[in-house]
Nanobody, 123 residues
């Protein structure tokens, strides 16, 4: 069992930065692939970034590539999403997810989800 709690969301102006954190409980964190997804009002939840259990592989959505960076600290049971050069279209609720398997970009492959943290980017 893995429980996930996101933090770090907030209101930021376009061009600004935020760092999201996802704290995980459970001994399986260090072997779990982790992902960040987001959901804007009226839209489906979409993939943002993913990282393998040891941080050796990362994937990004084209819309965030070059601006967002996913990382993890297994000693702290935490995964991060550094978001730079934020745009109004990045506004969404951001969710952390854990997968007890290989890294994946597909929402259906993730077993555990956090409650989400709101990110709002003003123009």
């Amino acid at each position: 069992q893995v429980q996930l709690v996101e933090s770090g969301g907030g209101l930021v102006q376009a061009g600004g930065s935020l760092r999201l954190s996802c704290a995980a409980s459970g001994r399986t964190f260090s072997t779990a692939a982790m992902g960040w997804f987001r959901q804007a009002p009226g839209k489906e939840r979409e993939f943002v970034a993913a990282i393998s259990w040891n941080g050796g592989s990362t994937y990004y959505a084209d819309s965030v590539k070059g601006r967002f960076t996913i990382s993890r600290d297994n000693a702290k049971n935490t995964v991060y999403l550094q978001m730079n050069s934020l745009k109004p279209e990045d506004t969404a609720v951001y969710y952390c997810a854990a997968r007890l398997g290989p890294i994946s970009t597909m929402r259906v492959n993730y077993n555990y989800w956090g409650q989400g943290t709101q990110v709002t980017v003003s123009s």
